[in-house]
């Protein structure tokens, strides 16, 4: 019987680790293989990938099946029973390989293949997305998107893009480390040159986030039969009008929400059922509309509608799902990690914990 491992699948910005900085917070590796540990009583590995930054959902599921090749080959156990992890876009990656038919780059956008696998994918047990784009995203139709998917420079988009640069890194307290690494481990997985280029010209990403995109390709009736895949949604309370906490995560989730009721945006195909799980520090209750986000993706978008895979709702931003959320000091208050946004949530450990508890859990009762 093959070994089970979990592969952790990035988001937009595509890179596992640069330097000492990694996409996902050490302590998520940590816990979620320890959690598995002790429930399956094996050895579980826990493996990072990269993805393309910014590429075409074509492209990057191409890349995430060659690395996952890769780490058959070269890592001790291989090859591997995999459980697929990903956050955001990550979460796309992994849900269609859950498909019978590959995807590839089509003429506005990326889409399933006529044709099926050339190989059986047997290795995949199960999925799980956290943040995930299922029915896209509101952000993908902000100006700044719209200009970089389409390589039309606007005067709308330049402005949105200038003011998002200039608060990545004017954050209040000159807290804005994390944020420039963060950004920086993208532009560095490849060539910052062509990821520049991409960025501005040609963001085949953004293009296949669009709602109508990626609707078509979450409502195609070509889904396995056999592979579970779990959902965690999330979500922040609305920023009040005085916010200034944070101008970047402000700017996010205004852009994410300011156009997810205009008749011309693609609805997504599911309605969310009451949560099983509310994770939060405060009330559990809230509601959700179209509006809600978590500062990247809305909420009501985060749902494949898979019979049961809707696990629960967090109550956290786009970057505290990763471990990367504020950590104080319990005597004196004072910053130990700043976290990558700052968005009222206040999701900490043990919010954190309970839901890589969760997400060990679904894993274990398919290993």
Known sequence: MSQHAVALVP?????????????????????????????????FPVLPVPS?????????????????????????????TWH????????????????????????????FDRATWLHTISSIRTVTTIGTPHYGTCLALSDVAAMTANGRFTWRGLRQFAKAGYDVVARPGGLSVPRIEFALGSAMEGS???????????????????????AKLTDAPN??????????????????????????????????QEKALAPTT???????????VTIASGATDLPVTPRDNDGVVNTDRQWDGSPGGLVGRVIGDHGDVLGLYRRTDPIDGSIIEPGLLTSGA?????????MIGMIAQGIARNC
Not at 346 to 354: L, W
């Open 11 to 43: 988001g937009f910005l595509g890179f596992d680790h640069v330097g000492g900085f990694t996409y996902w917070a050490d302590r998520f590796l940590a816990a979620l293989r320890a959690d598995l540990e002790r429930q399956c009583g094996r050895p």
């Open 52 to 80: 393309p930054p910014i590429g075409s959902l074509a492209s990057r599921q191409g890349a995430l099946l060659a690395h996952l090749s890769d780490l058959d080959s070269h890592v001790a156990g291989g090859p591997f």
């Open 84 to 111: 697929l992890v990903g956050h955001s876009t990550g979460g796309l990656d992994a849900a269609f390989l859950a498909r019978t038919n590959p995807l590839v780059d089509g003429p506005s956008g990326s889409e």
């Open 192 to 214: 910052t040159v062509q990821f520049l280029y991409h960025l501005l010209r040609d963001d085949k990403l953004a293009r296949d986030l669009n709602p109508e995109v990626t």
């Open 223 to 256: 889904r396995r039969q056999g592979i579970p895949i779990f959902s965690f949604v999330t979500m922040t309370p609305e920023p009040p009008e005085d916010y200034k906490d944070d101008p970047l995560f402000l700017d996010l989730w205004t852009d994410t």
């Open 266 to 276: 693609t609805p997504p195909s599911t309605k969310l059922p009451p949560f099983p």
């Open 346 to 354: 206040r999701f900490g450990d043990d919010q954190f914990f309970r």
